[in-house]
């Protein structure tokens, strides 16, 4: 299972730099309009939860496919949603951005709580779990202030999210997947 992770460590890479990429537009172009963050938003929900999914799909078999395909089917029903009835998500946006953080939050701990058993030290799942649940928290928090102030939370926990992917997914690509313990010897 470890070998699949290890081989699609670019998935990983990639949700890090789409992440990267929303987190730096969110504080270079604050004036971008409301209509235009939520088709941000939606994109970015809809590209995550299809490579959520696709990931899922590479560890079929193991207790947190589940999980993860859970996460993913998540991300792309608030993505269609978004791009289906804009206008009526400019009035959700916030609640439905809150939700989605802690949810799919949850389902990454859950994710990295596996993961630890079977890799030292990988704390920079869990750090990327605990980010998406406070970033939700304060979303829902005080869903009426101001709209560049929820612009900055959206971008600071996509920055950040998406370093902690990128590592993440450079960490697996430098790993000897084969000199872990307990993992199967090849026959033949």
């Known amino acids: 299972m470890?070998?699949?992770?290890?081989?699609?460590?670019?998935?990983?890479?990639?949700?890090g730099v789409l992440a990267i990429i929303v987190g730096v537009l969110a504080f270079v172009r604050p004036d971008i309009t409301l209509v235009a963050l939520i088709a941000l938003?939606?994109?970015?929900?809809?590209?995550?939860?299809?490579?959520?999914?696709?990931?899922?799909?590479?560890?079929?078999g193991s207790r947190y496919f589940w999980w993860l395909l859970l996460e993913g089917i998540l991300g792309i029903a608030?993505?269609?949603?978004?791009?289906?009835?804009?206008?009526?998500?400019?009035?959700?946006?916030?609640?439905?951005?809150?939700?989605?953080?802690?949810?799919?939050?949850?389902?990454?701990?859950?994710?990295?709580?596996?993961?630890?058993?079977?890799?030292?030290?990988?704390?920079?799942?869990?750090?990327?779990?605990?980010?998406?649940?406070?970033?939700?928290?304060?979303?829902?928090?005080?869903?009426?202030?101001?709209t560049l102030a929820w612009l900055w939370v959206i971008g600071f926990y996509a920055i950040l999210y998406g370093i902690l992917m990128l590592t993440l997914g450079f960490k697996l690509r430098k790993m000897d997947v084969a000199a872990l313990p307990g993992t199967p010897v090849p026959h033949g």
Not at 41 to 60: M, N, P
């Open 41 to 60: 938003f939606g994109a970015y929900a809809l590209v995550d939860g299809i490579f959520s999914v696709v990931t899922s799909f590479l560890i079929y």
């Open 2 to 15: 470890l070998e699949y992770i290890q081989r699609h460590w670019w998935v990983l890479a990639v949700r």
């Open 78 to 146: 608030v993505g269609v949603m978004t791009f289906v009835n804009p206008h009526a998500m400019v009035a959700s946006l916030l609640l439905l951005l809150g939700i989605w953080l802690i949810v799919s939050g949850i389902f990454r701990l859950v994710v990295a709580i596996e993961l630890r058993k079977l890799l030292d030290n990988e704390w920079l799942y869990v750090l990327g779990s605990l980010c998406a649940i406070a970033a939700g928290v304060l979303t829902l928090y005080r869903p009426n202030q101001s």
